[in-house]
Protein backbone atom coordinates (compact mmCIF):
# COMPACT_ATOMS: atom_id res chain seq x y z
CA UNK A 1 0.00 0.00 0.00
CA UNK A 2 1.18 3.36 -1.16
CA UNK A 3 -0.48 7.31 -0.64
CA UNK A 4 -1.64 8.89 2.92
CA UNK A 5 -5.26 10.02 3.58
CA UNK A 6 -5.91 13.78 4.59
CA UNK A 7 -8.75 15.59 5.88
CA UNK A 8 -10.51 17.17 3.40
CA UNK A 9 -13.08 20.99 3.63
CA UNK A 10 -16.49 19.62 3.95
CA UNK A 11 -17.63 22.19 1.19
CA UNK A 12 -19.71 22.43 -2.05
CA UNK A 13 -17.77 22.46 -5.48
CA UNK A 14 -20.21 25.54 -6.73
CA UNK A 15 -19.65 27.59 -3.10
CA UNK A 16 -15.89 26.93 -3.68
CA UNK A 17 -15.71 28.45 -6.73
CA UNK A 18 -18.08 31.18 -5.90
CA UNK A 19 -15.71 32.13 -3.47
CA UNK A 20 -12.99 32.23 -5.65
CA UNK A 21 -14.66 34.13 -8.19
CA UNK A 22 -15.21 36.95 -5.45
CA UNK A 23 -11.25 36.97 -4.99
CA UNK A 24 -10.66 37.29 -8.82
CA UNK A 25 -13.26 39.77 -9.76
CA UNK A 26 -12.10 41.61 -12.99
CA UNK A 27 -9.53 39.00 -14.91
CA UNK A 28 -10.78 37.18 -17.30
CA UNK A 29 -12.23 33.27 -15.69
CA UNK A 30 -13.08 31.74 -19.20
CA UNK A 31 -12.76 33.02 -23.36
CA UNK A 32 -14.78 30.49 -25.06
CA UNK A 33 -14.60 31.87 -28.82
CA UNK A 34 -14.46 34.99 -28.68
CA UNK A 35 -16.83 35.38 -25.70
CA UNK A 36 -14.65 36.72 -22.66
CA UNK A 37 -16.40 36.48 -18.96
CA UNK A 38 -14.21 38.07 -15.90
CA UNK A 39 -14.73 36.27 -12.93
CA UNK A 40 -17.17 38.91 -11.64
CA UNK A 41 -19.00 38.22 -14.62
CA UNK A 42 -18.72 34.30 -14.82
CA UNK A 43 -20.18 34.35 -11.36
CA UNK A 44 -23.36 36.92 -12.10
CA UNK A 45 -24.43 34.53 -14.45
CA UNK A 46 -24.61 31.64 -12.58
CA UNK A 47 -26.26 33.59 -10.00
CA UNK A 48 -28.92 34.33 -12.60
CA UNK A 49 -29.26 30.51 -14.06
CA UNK A 50 -29.65 29.62 -10.50
CA UNK A 51 -33.04 32.07 -10.35
CA UNK A 52 -33.93 30.68 -13.24
CA UNK A 53 -33.59 26.96 -12.04
CA UNK A 54 -35.34 27.75 -8.82
CA UNK A 55 -38.31 28.96 -10.54
CA UNK A 56 -38.24 26.18 -12.47
CA UNK A 57 -38.52 24.36 -9.05
CA UNK A 58 -35.13 22.90 -8.96
CA UNK A 59 -34.29 21.55 -5.23
CA UNK A 60 -31.66 20.15 -3.15
CA UNK A 61 -31.10 16.62 -4.80
CA UNK A 62 -33.06 16.95 -8.08
CA UNK A 63 -31.35 15.06 -10.90
CA UNK A 64 -30.75 17.91 -13.82
CA UNK A 65 -29.56 16.23 -16.77
CA UNK A 66 -27.34 18.36 -19.61
CA UNK A 67 -27.12 17.05 -23.22
CA UNK A 68 -25.36 20.39 -24.45
CA UNK A 69 -22.57 21.52 -26.92
CA UNK A 70 -19.91 22.69 -25.25
CA UNK A 71 -20.48 26.58 -24.25
CA UNK A 72 -21.25 28.86 -21.36
CA UNK A 73 -24.71 27.37 -20.93
CA UNK A 74 -23.98 24.03 -20.22
CA UNK A 75 -21.28 25.50 -17.56
CA UNK A 76 -23.82 27.92 -15.84
CA UNK A 77 -26.15 25.40 -15.82
CA UNK A 78 -24.61 22.54 -14.03
CA UNK A 79 -22.55 25.18 -11.39
CA UNK A 80 -26.24 26.78 -11.03
CA UNK A 81 -27.35 23.44 -10.41
CA UNK A 82 -24.90 22.35 -7.97
CA UNK A 83 -25.28 25.60 -6.03
CA UNK A 84 -28.86 24.62 -5.22
CA UNK A 85 -27.52 21.41 -4.12
CA UNK A 86 -29.18 19.49 -7.19
CA UNK A 87 -27.01 16.90 -8.88
CA UNK A 88 -26.38 17.01 -12.52
CA UNK A 89 -25.72 14.45 -14.87
CA UNK A 90 -23.41 15.75 -17.99
CA UNK A 91 -24.44 13.53 -21.17
CA UNK A 92 -22.23 13.16 -23.82
CA UNK A 93 -23.87 14.95 -27.26
CA UNK A 94 -22.77 11.91 -29.27
CA UNK A 95 -25.28 9.54 -27.45
CA UNK A 96 -28.14 7.92 -29.43
CA UNK A 97 -31.93 8.68 -28.17
CA UNK A 98 -32.04 5.18 -26.68
CA UNK A 99 -29.08 6.00 -24.31
CA UNK A 100 -30.24 9.08 -23.45
CA UNK A 101 -34.05 8.07 -22.36
CA UNK A 102 -32.39 5.40 -20.35
CA UNK A 103 -30.20 7.69 -18.04
CA UNK A 104 -32.96 9.69 -17.67
CA UNK A 105 -35.53 7.29 -16.82
CA UNK A 106 -32.83 5.25 -14.22
CA UNK A 107 -31.69 8.74 -12.70
CA UNK A 108 -35.12 10.01 -12.75
CA UNK A 109 -34.14 13.33 -13.21
CA UNK A 110 -36.82 16.26 -13.07
CA UNK A 111 -35.22 18.44 -15.84
CA UNK A 112 -33.73 17.39 -18.98
CA UNK A 113 -32.04 20.53 -20.77
CA UNK A 114 -30.70 20.43 -24.24
CA UNK A 115 -31.63 21.99 -27.71
CA UNK A 116 -33.94 22.02 -30.66
CA UNK A 117 -31.66 20.21 -32.95
CA UNK A 118 -31.12 17.55 -29.85
CA UNK A 119 -34.81 17.10 -28.90
CA UNK A 120 -35.79 16.31 -32.27
CA UNK A 121 -33.77 13.31 -31.89
CA UNK A 122 -34.49 12.33 -29.03
CA UNK A 123 -38.15 13.57 -28.12
CA UNK A 124 -39.84 10.21 -29.21
CA UNK A 125 -37.75 8.46 -26.72
CA UNK A 126 -38.60 10.55 -23.87
CA UNK A 127 -41.45 8.76 -23.15
CA UNK A 128 -39.78 6.47 -21.49
CA UNK A 129 -39.06 9.16 -18.86
CA UNK A 130 -42.15 10.30 -18.22
CA UNK A 131 -41.87 12.04 -14.96
CA UNK A 132 -38.90 14.11 -16.60
CA UNK A 133 -39.65 17.64 -17.93
CA UNK A 134 -37.76 19.07 -21.04
CA UNK A 135 -36.25 22.66 -21.20
CA UNK A 136 -35.15 23.87 -24.78
CA UNK A 137 -32.54 26.38 -24.62
CA UNK A 138 -33.25 27.72 -28.08
CA UNK A 139 -37.16 27.47 -28.47
CA UNK A 140 -40.38 27.20 -26.39
CA UNK A 141 -40.16 24.64 -23.84
CA UNK A 142 -43.19 21.70 -23.87
CA UNK A 143 -43.39 22.62 -20.19
CA UNK A 144 -44.08 26.85 -21.08
CA UNK A 145 -40.96 27.92 -20.30
CA UNK A 146 -38.98 30.43 -23.35
CA UNK A 147 -36.26 30.60 -24.82
CA UNK A 148 -33.54 31.31 -22.89
CA UNK A 149 -32.89 34.83 -23.67
CA UNK A 150 -36.21 35.67 -22.81
CA UNK A 151 -36.31 33.52 -19.35
CA UNK A 152 -32.85 35.32 -18.05
CA UNK A 153 -34.31 38.42 -18.65
CA UNK A 154 -37.51 37.12 -16.79
CA UNK A 155 -35.42 36.49 -13.78
CA UNK A 156 -32.88 39.47 -14.05
CA UNK A 157 -33.00 41.60 -10.89
CA UNK A 158 -33.99 38.65 -9.07
CA UNK A 159 -32.65 37.53 -5.37
CA UNK A 160 -29.07 35.43 -5.77
CA UNK A 161 -30.87 31.99 -4.92
CA UNK A 162 -27.33 30.33 -4.14
CA UNK A 163 -27.92 28.63 -0.94
CA UNK A 164 -25.54 25.69 -1.41
CA UNK A 165 -27.09 23.17 0.78
CA UNK A 166 -25.48 20.07 -0.70
CA UNK A 167 -21.63 19.20 0.63
CA UNK A 168 -19.41 17.06 1.89
CA UNK A 169 -20.79 13.40 1.00
CA UNK A 170 -23.93 14.73 -0.80
CA UNK A 171 -23.95 13.77 -4.28
CA UNK A 172 -22.74 16.46 -6.65
CA UNK A 173 -22.54 14.85 -10.21
CA UNK A 174 -24.48 11.19 -11.61
CA UNK A 175 -21.72 10.15 -14.52
CA UNK A 176 -23.22 7.20 -16.27
CA UNK A 177 -20.39 4.85 -17.32
CA UNK A 178 -20.83 1.32 -18.78
CA UNK A 179 -19.57 -1.96 -18.13
CA UNK A 180 -18.74 -5.49 -18.88
CA UNK A 181 -22.37 -6.76 -18.00
CA UNK A 182 -25.53 -5.41 -17.81
CA UNK A 183 -27.10 -1.79 -18.59
CA UNK A 184 -24.58 1.73 -18.16
CA UNK A 185 -24.14 2.39 -14.02
CA UNK A 186 -24.86 5.84 -12.82
CA UNK A 187 -21.78 6.79 -10.78
CA UNK A 188 -22.38 8.97 -7.71
CA UNK A 189 -19.68 11.89 -7.47
CA UNK A 190 -19.60 13.65 -4.73
CA UNK A 191 -18.37 17.40 -3.36
CA UNK A 192 -16.16 15.72 -1.10
CA UNK A 193 -14.69 14.07 -4.57
CA UNK A 194 -14.47 16.55 -6.45
CA UNK A 195 -13.06 19.64 -3.99
CA UNK A 196 -10.27 17.42 -2.21
CA UNK A 197 -8.99 16.53 -5.74
CA UNK A 198 -9.00 19.44 -7.24
CA UNK A 199 -6.80 21.21 -3.80
CA UNK A 200 -4.35 17.59 -4.75
CA UNK A 201 -4.37 18.24 -8.58
CA UNK A 202 -3.13 21.93 -7.64
CA UNK A 203 -0.53 20.99 -5.42
CA UNK A 204 0.91 18.60 -7.49
CA UNK A 205 0.75 20.46 -10.79
CA UNK A 206 1.54 23.78 -8.63
CA UNK A 207 -1.86 25.40 -10.57
CA UNK A 208 -2.41 29.18 -9.68
CA UNK A 209 -3.69 32.40 -10.09
CA UNK A 210 -1.20 32.44 -13.12
CA UNK A 211 -2.06 29.94 -15.41
CA UNK A 212 -3.97 30.39 -18.34
CA UNK A 213 -5.20 27.25 -19.61
CA UNK A 214 -6.05 26.07 -23.20
CA UNK A 215 -9.30 23.69 -22.81
CA UNK A 216 -10.57 21.36 -25.67
CA UNK A 217 -12.12 18.86 -24.39
CA UNK A 218 -15.68 17.85 -24.21
CA UNK A 219 -17.44 19.22 -20.80
CA UNK A 220 -19.42 16.18 -20.02
CA UNK A 221 -16.55 13.52 -18.36
CA UNK A 222 -14.62 13.52 -15.88
CA UNK A 223 -11.52 15.19 -17.90
CA UNK A 224 -12.78 17.95 -18.96
CA UNK A 225 -15.13 19.19 -16.89
CA UNK A 226 -13.61 17.92 -13.15
CA UNK A 227 -10.06 18.56 -14.11
CA UNK A 228 -9.75 20.83 -16.32
CA UNK A 229 -12.77 23.21 -15.83
CA UNK A 230 -13.29 22.86 -12.15
CA UNK A 231 -9.56 23.03 -12.00
CA UNK A 232 -9.05 26.04 -13.03
CA UNK A 233 -11.30 28.14 -11.88
CA UNK A 234 -10.70 26.70 -8.54
CA UNK A 235 -6.80 27.87 -9.25
CA UNK A 236 -8.25 31.69 -10.54
CA UNK A 237 -6.69 30.56 -13.63
CA UNK A 238 -7.55 32.11 -17.19
CA UNK A 239 -9.06 29.18 -19.36
CA UNK A 240 -9.21 29.23 -23.04
CA UNK A 241 -12.13 27.73 -24.33
CA UNK A 242 -12.33 26.06 -27.59
CA UNK A 243 -15.76 24.41 -28.57
CA UNK A 244 -14.07 21.59 -30.42
CA UNK A 245 -10.24 20.64 -30.86
CA UNK A 246 -8.46 21.30 -34.27
CA UNK A 247 -4.59 21.02 -33.55
CA UNK A 248 -3.29 24.19 -36.02
CA UNK A 249 -5.94 26.20 -34.15
CA UNK A 250 -4.60 25.00 -30.96
CA UNK A 251 -1.16 25.16 -31.32
CA UNK A 252 -1.78 28.90 -32.46
CA UNK A 253 -4.02 29.47 -29.43
CA UNK A 254 -1.10 28.66 -26.86
CA UNK A 255 1.17 31.28 -28.74
CA UNK A 256 -1.63 33.86 -29.10
CA UNK A 257 -2.93 33.60 -25.51
CA UNK A 258 0.19 32.71 -23.74
CA UNK A 259 -1.11 29.63 -22.33
CA UNK A 260 0.90 27.92 -19.91
CA UNK A 261 -1.00 24.44 -19.15
CA UNK A 262 -3.15 22.17 -21.76
CA UNK A 263 -4.23 18.94 -21.14
CA UNK A 264 -5.20 15.84 -23.35
CA UNK A 265 -5.89 12.48 -24.10
CA UNK A 266 -2.99 10.56 -26.29
CA UNK A 267 -5.35 10.91 -29.69
CA UNK A 268 -5.31 15.02 -29.13
CA UNK A 269 -1.62 14.56 -28.51
CA UNK A 270 -0.72 12.55 -31.97
CA UNK A 271 -2.72 14.54 -34.07
CA UNK A 272 -1.03 17.61 -32.58
CA UNK A 273 2.60 16.52 -32.88
CA UNK A 274 1.50 15.46 -36.60
CA UNK A 275 0.54 19.63 -36.77
CA UNK A 276 3.97 20.51 -35.39
CA UNK A 277 5.77 21.17 -38.31
CA UNK A 278 2.83 23.14 -39.96
CA UNK A 279 2.70 25.58 -37.13
CA UNK A 280 5.75 25.71 -34.81
CA UNK A 281 4.58 27.84 -32.50
CA UNK A 282 6.60 29.71 -29.86
CA UNK A 283 5.99 27.78 -26.67
CA UNK A 284 7.85 30.14 -24.61
CA UNK A 285 4.47 30.52 -21.89
CA UNK A 286 3.76 26.87 -21.61
CA UNK A 287 4.49 25.47 -18.38
CA UNK A 288 3.00 22.07 -18.77
CA UNK A 289 1.45 19.98 -21.30
CA UNK A 290 -0.70 16.52 -19.66
CA UNK A 291 -1.98 13.67 -20.43
CA UNK A 292 -4.57 11.53 -19.47
CA UNK A 293 -8.08 9.21 -19.96
CA UNK A 294 -5.42 6.60 -21.89
CA UNK A 295 -2.38 4.87 -22.30
CA UNK A 296 0.70 7.55 -23.54
CA UNK A 297 2.38 5.36 -25.72
CA UNK A 298 6.23 5.28 -25.13
CA UNK A 299 7.19 6.52 -28.82
CA UNK A 300 4.76 9.38 -28.49
CA UNK A 301 6.11 10.83 -25.34
CA UNK A 302 9.70 10.56 -26.84
CA UNK A 303 8.35 12.02 -30.31
CA UNK A 304 6.57 15.20 -28.31
CA UNK A 305 9.92 15.79 -26.02
CA UNK A 306 11.73 15.68 -29.30
CA UNK A 307 9.52 18.26 -31.30
CA UNK A 308 8.45 20.50 -28.40
CA UNK A 309 10.95 20.07 -25.79
CA UNK A 310 8.73 19.17 -23.34
CA UNK A 311 8.21 15.60 -21.87
CA UNK A 312 4.79 15.34 -21.20
CA UNK A 313 2.91 14.66 -17.81
CA UNK A 314 0.94 11.19 -17.17
CA UNK A 315 -1.76 10.75 -14.76
CA UNK A 316 -4.35 8.22 -14.20
CA UNK A 317 -7.66 8.85 -13.22
CA UNK A 318 -10.92 7.40 -13.74
CA UNK A 319 -14.85 8.59 -13.34
CA UNK A 320 -15.66 6.96 -9.75
CA UNK A 321 -11.93 8.27 -8.31
CA UNK A 322 -11.17 11.24 -10.31
CA UNK A 323 -7.57 11.53 -10.29
CA UNK A 324 -5.63 8.50 -8.64
CA UNK A 325 -2.35 9.05 -9.67
CA UNK A 326 0.19 11.61 -11.29
CA UNK A 327 3.80 11.73 -12.78
CA UNK A 328 5.89 14.79 -10.47
CA UNK A 329 5.80 18.18 -12.10
CA UNK A 330 10.09 17.85 -11.75
CA UNK A 331 10.17 17.18 -15.81
CA UNK A 332 12.92 15.11 -15.42
CA UNK A 333 10.91 12.62 -12.79
CA UNK A 334 7.96 12.51 -15.14
CA UNK A 335 8.52 8.70 -16.54
CA UNK A 336 7.13 7.28 -19.98
CA UNK A 337 4.33 4.49 -19.54
CA UNK A 338 4.68 5.24 -15.72
CA UNK A 339 1.60 6.97 -14.40
CA UNK A 340 3.59 8.11 -11.05
CA UNK A 341 2.32 8.18 -7.78
CA UNK A 342 -0.90 8.60 -5.48
CA UNK A 343 -1.74 11.96 -5.32
CA UNK A 344 -2.10 13.38 -1.75
CA UNK A 345 -5.03 12.08 0.09
CA UNK A 346 -5.05 8.93 -2.00
CA UNK A 347 -3.69 5.29 -1.44
CA UNK A 348 -3.18 3.07 -4.07
CA UNK A 349 -2.69 -1.39 -3.33
CA UNK A 350 -2.19 -4.00 -5.99
CA UNK A 351 -3.77 -6.93 -5.42
CA UNK A 352 -4.10 -10.43 -6.34
CA UNK A 353 -7.00 -12.06 -7.58
CA UNK A 354 -7.70 -13.13 -3.83
CA UNK A 355 -7.60 -10.12 -2.62
CA UNK A 356 -3.60 -10.29 -0.86
CA UNK A 357 -1.44 -7.38 -1.89
CA UNK A 358 1.24 -9.03 -4.28
CA UNK A 359 4.63 -8.55 -3.50
CA UNK A 360 6.12 -4.85 -5.33
CA UNK A 361 7.33 -5.68 -8.58
CA UNK A 362 4.69 -7.93 -9.26
CA UNK A 363 1.53 -7.41 -11.14
CA UNK A 364 -1.99 -7.23 -9.79
CA UNK A 365 -5.23 -5.15 -10.22
CA UNK A 366 -5.28 -1.91 -8.94
CA UNK A 367 -7.31 -0.37 -5.69
CA UNK A 368 -7.88 2.56 -4.28
CA UNK A 369 -9.08 4.29 -1.34
CA UNK A 370 -9.74 7.85 -0.47
CA UNK A 371 -12.05 11.02 -0.51
CA UNK A 372 -11.56 11.20 -4.28
CA UNK A 373 -13.56 7.60 -4.62
CA UNK A 374 -17.14 7.72 -5.07
CA UNK A 375 -19.96 6.70 -3.37
CA UNK A 376 -21.42 4.27 -5.30
CA UNK A 377 -23.51 3.07 -7.96
CA UNK A 378 -27.10 5.21 -8.24
CA UNK A 379 -29.73 2.64 -6.82
CA UNK A 380 -27.62 -0.36 -7.85
CA UNK A 381 -26.29 -1.64 -4.34
CA UNK A 382 -25.09 -5.07 -5.83
CA UNK A 383 -22.79 -3.57 -8.70
CA UNK A 384 -21.66 -0.40 -5.42
CA UNK A 385 -20.57 -3.85 -3.42
CA UNK A 386 -19.19 -5.72 -5.88
CA UNK A 387 -17.07 -2.69 -6.75
CA UNK A 388 -15.62 -2.25 -3.22
CA UNK A 389 -13.99 -4.90 -0.59
CA UNK A 390 -13.65 -2.94 2.71
CA UNK A 391 -13.64 0.46 1.25
CA UNK A 392 -11.13 -0.20 -1.24
CA UNK A 393 -12.56 0.15 -5.06
CA UNK A 394 -11.32 -2.04 -7.48
CA UNK A 395 -10.53 0.30 -10.13
CA UNK A 396 -9.88 -3.42 -13.11
CA UNK A 397 -6.53 -1.70 -14.18
CA UNK A 398 -3.49 -3.99 -13.96
CA UNK A 399 -1.13 -2.12 -12.14
CA UNK A 400 2.02 -3.27 -10.69
CA UNK A 401 4.67 -0.92 -8.40
CA UNK A 402 8.24 -0.34 -8.96
CA UNK A 403 10.13 -1.38 -5.62
CA UNK A 404 13.24 0.42 -6.57
CA UNK A 405 11.77 3.90 -6.74
CA UNK A 406 8.77 4.60 -3.89
CA UNK A 407 6.28 1.90 -5.44
CA UNK A 408 6.15 4.49 -8.60
CA UNK A 409 3.04 2.69 -10.29
CA UNK A 410 3.03 1.51 -13.88
CA UNK A 411 -0.61 0.57 -15.50
CA UNK A 412 -0.50 -2.73 -17.86
CA UNK A 413 -3.59 -3.77 -18.62
CA UNK A 414 -7.05 -3.84 -17.73
CA UNK A 415 -8.80 -6.87 -15.98
CA UNK A 416 -12.14 -5.38 -16.97
CA UNK A 417 -12.98 -5.85 -21.06
CA UNK A 418 -12.91 -2.39 -22.03
CA UNK A 419 -12.15 -0.71 -25.17
CA UNK A 420 -10.72 2.93 -25.13
CA UNK A 421 -10.79 5.00 -28.26
CA UNK A 422 -9.30 8.39 -28.33
CA UNK A 423 -9.87 8.69 -24.42
CA UNK A 424 -13.99 7.40 -24.61
CA UNK A 425 -14.47 4.09 -23.30
CA UNK A 426 -16.31 1.34 -25.23
CA UNK A 427 -17.54 -1.73 -23.54
CA UNK A 428 -17.64 -4.56 -26.11
CA UNK A 429 -20.42 -6.08 -24.28
CA UNK A 430 -22.72 -3.07 -25.47
CA UNK A 431 -21.77 -3.15 -29.03
CA UNK A 432 -21.97 -6.87 -28.81
CA UNK A 433 -25.62 -6.80 -27.64
CA UNK A 434 -26.41 -4.54 -30.33
CA UNK A 435 -24.99 -6.06 -33.38
CA UNK A 436 -26.65 -8.99 -31.93
CA UNK A 437 -30.15 -7.69 -32.03
CA UNK A 438 -30.15 -7.62 -35.72
CA UNK A 439 -31.70 -10.06 -37.24
CA UNK A 440 -29.08 -11.51 -39.51
CA UNK A 441 -26.85 -12.04 -37.23
CA UNK A 442 -25.65 -15.29 -34.78
CA UNK A 443 -22.86 -13.70 -32.51
CA UNK A 444 -20.78 -10.95 -32.36
CA UNK A 445 -17.39 -10.55 -30.49
CA UNK A 446 -15.91 -7.01 -30.41
CA UNK A 447 -12.84 -5.83 -29.21
CA UNK A 448 -9.76 -3.19 -30.06
CA UNK A 449 -7.17 -3.63 -32.22
CA UNK A 450 -4.11 -1.07 -32.31
CA UNK A 451 -4.53 2.16 -33.87
CA UNK A 452 -1.61 5.06 -34.21
CA UNK A 453 -4.70 7.63 -33.82
CA UNK A 454 -7.27 6.30 -31.39
CA UNK A 455 -5.01 4.05 -29.19
CA UNK A 456 -7.14 1.27 -29.62
CA UNK A 457 -9.89 0.85 -32.47
CA UNK A 458 -13.62 -0.75 -32.12
CA UNK A 459 -13.39 -4.03 -34.50
CA UNK A 460 -16.15 -6.63 -34.63
CA UNK A 461 -16.39 -10.02 -36.09
CA UNK A 462 -19.73 -11.12 -36.51
CA UNK A 463 -21.15 -15.38 -37.27
CA UNK A 464 -24.62 -15.42 -39.18
CA UNK A 465 -27.82 -16.88 -39.00
CA UNK A 466 -28.31 -20.38 -40.73
CA UNK A 467 -29.59 -19.62 -44.35
CA UNK A 468 -29.12 -15.73 -43.62
CA UNK A 469 -28.08 -13.74 -47.05
CA UNK A 470 -24.75 -12.11 -46.41
CA UNK A 471 -25.28 -8.57 -44.91
CA UNK A 472 -22.57 -5.69 -46.42
CA UNK A 473 -20.29 -4.38 -42.83
CA UNK A 474 -21.90 -1.05 -43.65
CA UNK A 475 -25.15 -2.27 -43.30
CA UNK A 476 -24.20 -3.31 -39.57
CA UNK A 477 -22.56 -0.14 -38.79
CA UNK A 478 -25.34 1.76 -39.83
CA UNK A 479 -27.56 -0.24 -37.45
CA UNK A 480 -25.47 -0.17 -34.66
CA UNK A 481 -25.25 3.89 -35.16
CA UNK A 482 -29.10 4.62 -35.25
CA UNK A 483 -28.67 2.77 -31.57
CA UNK A 484 -25.39 3.77 -30.33
CA UNK A 485 -23.06 7.06 -29.66
CA UNK A 486 -20.70 6.78 -33.12
CA UNK A 487 -17.39 6.43 -31.38
CA UNK A 488 -18.69 3.25 -29.58
CA UNK A 489 -19.67 2.18 -33.68
CA UNK A 490 -17.11 -0.52 -34.72
CA UNK A 491 -15.11 1.33 -37.90
CA UNK A 492 -14.39 -2.41 -39.19
CA UNK A 493 -16.61 -5.62 -39.28
CA UNK A 494 -15.52 -8.75 -40.73
CA UNK A 495 -17.38 -12.13 -40.91
CA UNK A 496 -16.58 -15.42 -40.03
CA UNK A 497 -18.43 -18.95 -40.72
CA UNK A 498 -17.73 -19.68 -36.59
CA UNK A 499 -16.10 -17.68 -33.69
CA UNK A 500 -13.03 -19.11 -31.97
CA UNK A 501 -13.24 -20.74 -28.38
CA UNK A 502 -11.11 -21.94 -26.27
CA UNK A 503 -12.00 -25.20 -24.09
CA UNK A 504 -14.03 -23.75 -21.78
CA UNK A 505 -16.42 -22.56 -24.54
CA UNK A 506 -14.89 -18.58 -24.07
CA UNK A 507 -14.43 -16.53 -27.15
CA UNK A 508 -10.82 -16.09 -27.96
CA UNK A 509 -10.39 -12.25 -28.38
CA UNK A 510 -6.75 -12.22 -28.06
CA UNK A 511 -6.61 -14.48 -31.21
CA UNK A 512 -9.61 -12.44 -32.85
CA UNK A 513 -7.33 -9.57 -31.97
CA UNK A 514 -4.31 -11.15 -33.81
CA UNK A 515 -5.97 -11.94 -37.01
CA UNK A 516 -7.35 -8.79 -37.93
CA UNK A 517 -4.60 -6.11 -36.51
CA UNK A 518 -3.81 -4.08 -39.45
CA UNK A 519 -6.19 -5.95 -41.68
CA UNK A 520 -8.24 -3.68 -44.35
CA UNK A 521 -12.33 -3.41 -44.85
CA UNK A 522 -14.12 -6.70 -45.83
C1 LIG B 1 -14.90 10.99 -32.53
N1 LIG B 1 -15.08 9.89 -33.29
C2 LIG B 1 -14.49 8.85 -32.70
C3 LIG B 1 -13.93 9.37 -31.54
N2 LIG B 1 -14.20 10.70 -31.45
N3 LIG B 1 -14.39 7.56 -33.04
C4 LIG B 1 -13.74 6.76 -32.21
N4 LIG B 1 -13.16 7.19 -31.06
C5 LIG B 1 -13.25 8.49 -30.70
N5 LIG B 1 -12.70 8.94 -29.57
C6 LIG B 1 -15.78 9.78 -34.58
C7 LIG B 1 -17.19 10.34 -34.55
O1 LIG B 1 -18.12 9.32 -34.22
C8 LIG B 1 -17.34 10.83 -35.97
O2 LIG B 1 -17.64 9.75 -36.81
C9 LIG B 1 -15.96 11.29 -36.36
O3 LIG B 1 -15.06 10.62 -35.47
C10 LIG B 1 -15.78 12.79 -36.26
O4 LIG B 1 -16.29 13.25 -35.00
P1 LIG B 1 -15.66 14.50 -34.24
O5 LIG B 1 -16.42 14.74 -33.00
O6 LIG B 1 -15.49 15.60 -35.25
O7 LIG B 1 -14.27 13.86 -33.87
P2 LIG B 1 -12.92 14.52 -33.50
O8 LIG B 1 -13.05 15.99 -33.31
O9 LIG B 1 -11.91 14.01 -34.45
O10 LIG B 1 -12.69 13.87 -32.06
C11 LIG B 1 -11.56 13.20 -31.70
C12 LIG B 1 -11.20 13.59 -30.26
C13 LIG B 1 -12.38 13.24 -29.36
C14 LIG B 1 -9.96 12.80 -29.90
C15 LIG B 1 -10.89 15.09 -30.20
O11 LIG B 1 -12.67 11.87 -29.47
C16 LIG B 1 -12.15 13.65 -27.95
O12 LIG B 1 -12.34 14.80 -27.57
N6 LIG B 1 -11.75 12.69 -27.10
C17 LIG B 1 -11.54 12.96 -25.68
C18 LIG B 1 -12.45 12.12 -24.87
C19 LIG B 1 -12.37 12.48 -23.37
O13 LIG B 1 -12.47 13.61 -22.99
N7 LIG B 1 -12.21 11.45 -22.54
C20 LIG B 1 -12.10 11.61 -21.11
C21 LIG B 1 -12.97 10.56 -20.40
S1 LIG B 1 -12.77 10.78 -18.65
P3 LIG B 1 -18.69 9.87 -37.99
O14 LIG B 1 -18.39 8.66 -38.81
O15 LIG B 1 -20.00 9.83 -37.29
O16 LIG B 1 -18.43 11.16 -38.68
C22 LIG B 1 -11.66 9.58 -18.20
C23 LIG B 1 -11.05 9.67 -16.84
C24 LIG B 1 -9.68 10.20 -16.97
O17 LIG B 1 -11.28 8.78 -18.98
O18 LIG B 1 -8.72 9.58 -16.54
O19 LIG B 1 -9.58 11.28 -17.55
P1 LIG C 1 -13.43 6.38 -17.50
O1 LIG C 1 -14.26 5.24 -17.03
O2 LIG C 1 -13.90 7.00 -18.78
O3 LIG C 1 -13.27 7.34 -16.45
O4 LIG C 1 -12.02 5.77 -17.86
C1 LIG C 1 -11.17 5.32 -16.84
C2 LIG C 1 -10.16 4.36 -17.38
O5 LIG C 1 -9.26 5.04 -18.27
C3 LIG C 1 -9.26 3.82 -16.30
O6 LIG C 1 -9.86 2.77 -15.58
C4 LIG C 1 -8.06 3.37 -17.10
O7 LIG C 1 -8.29 2.09 -17.67
C5 LIG C 1 -8.00 4.41 -18.20
N1 LIG C 1 -6.96 5.42 -17.97
C6 LIG C 1 -7.07 6.66 -17.46
N2 LIG C 1 -5.87 7.27 -17.43
C7 LIG C 1 -4.97 6.39 -17.92
C8 LIG C 1 -3.56 6.41 -18.15
N3 LIG C 1 -2.83 7.49 -17.91
N4 LIG C 1 -2.99 5.30 -18.65
C9 LIG C 1 -3.71 4.19 -18.93
N5 LIG C 1 -5.03 4.12 -18.76
C10 LIG C 1 -5.66 5.20 -18.26
Same mark, same amino acid.
Given at each position: ???????????????????? =?????????? $?????????????????????????????????????????????????????????????????????????????????????????????????????????????????????????????????????????????????????????????????????????????????????????????????????????????????????????????? =???????????????????????????????????????????????????????????????????????? =???????????????????????????????????????????????????????????????????????????????????????????????????????????????????????? =???? $??????????????????????????????????????????????????????????????????????????
Amino acid at each position: MIGKTRRCPEINLARVLADR =AKRCGDKPAV $VFEGQRYTYREFDASVGRYAALLRKMGIKKGDRVALQLPKGMEFIFFHLAALSLGAVTLPLNTAYAPEEIAYFLFDSESSLFITDRQRFARVHKELAKAAGTRTYLLDDASPDGFGPLAKELAGVEGAQDPRDYPARGDDIAMICYTSGTTGKPKGAMITHRNLVCNLLALQEVWRWTERDVLLHVLPLFHVHGLAVALHGGLCAGSTIIMHARFDPERAWA =AIEKEKCTMFMAVPTIYHRLLNAWEAVKPDLRSMRVFISGSAPLPENLFAQFEDATGFRLLERYGMTEAQMI =ASNPFDPARRIPISVGYPLPGVQIRVVSPSGQDVPPGEVGEVWVKGDNVFSGYWRNPEKTRESFVEGWFRTGDLGRQDPADQLRLYLVGRAKELIISGGYNVYPREVESVLEQHRAVREA =AVFG $VPDEDLGEKVTAVVTLQKGAPEVPSGELISFCRQRLAGYKCPKEIFHLEELPRNAMGKIQKDMLQKMFSGAGSQ
